[in-house]
Nanobody, 124 residues
Framework: QVQLVEFGGGSVQDGGSLRLSCAAS????????MGWFRQAPGQEREFVAA????????HYTDSVKGRFTISRDNTRNTAYLQMNSLRPEDTAVYYC?????????????????WGQGTQVTVSS
């Protein structure tokens, strides 16, 4: 069992930055693929970024490439999402997720565990 808790959400101006953290319980964190997803009001939850267990592979949705960076620290059981050059369309609840058999990073059903979400609001 893995429990995930997100931190770092908030409100920023267009062009600002935020860093989200996802703290995981359990001793098997280093074996999980970690992903970030987001859900804007009235929209379906969508994939944002993912990172393999050893951080050698990362994957991003096109709209955040060059602006967001996913990383992880297996010694701290924590995954991060650094978000720069934020835009109003990035406004959403951001969720982290963990999966131990993820073959397609963007496929939500392959992730076994989910956090409760943290709100990110970008104003123009």
């Amino acid at each position: 069992q893995v429990q995930l808790v997100e931190f770092g959400g908030g409100s920023v101006q267009d062009g600002g930055s935020l860093r989200l953290s996802c703290a995981a319980s359990g001793r098997t964190f280093s074996s999980y693929t970690m992903g970030w997803f987001r859900q804007a009001p009235g929209q379906e939850r969508e994939f944002v970024a993912a990172i393999g267990w050893d951080a050698r592979i990362t994957h991003y949705t096109d709209s955040v490439k060059g602006r967001f960076t996913i990383s992880r620290d297996n010694t701290r059981n924590t995954a991060y999402l650094q978000m720069n050059s934020l835009r109003p369309e990035d406004t959403a609840v951001y969720y982290c997720a963990a999966g131990n058999s993820v073959s397609e990073f963007s496929t939500q059903r392959q992730y076994n565990y989910w956090g409760q979400g943290t709100q990110v609001t970008v104003s123009s």
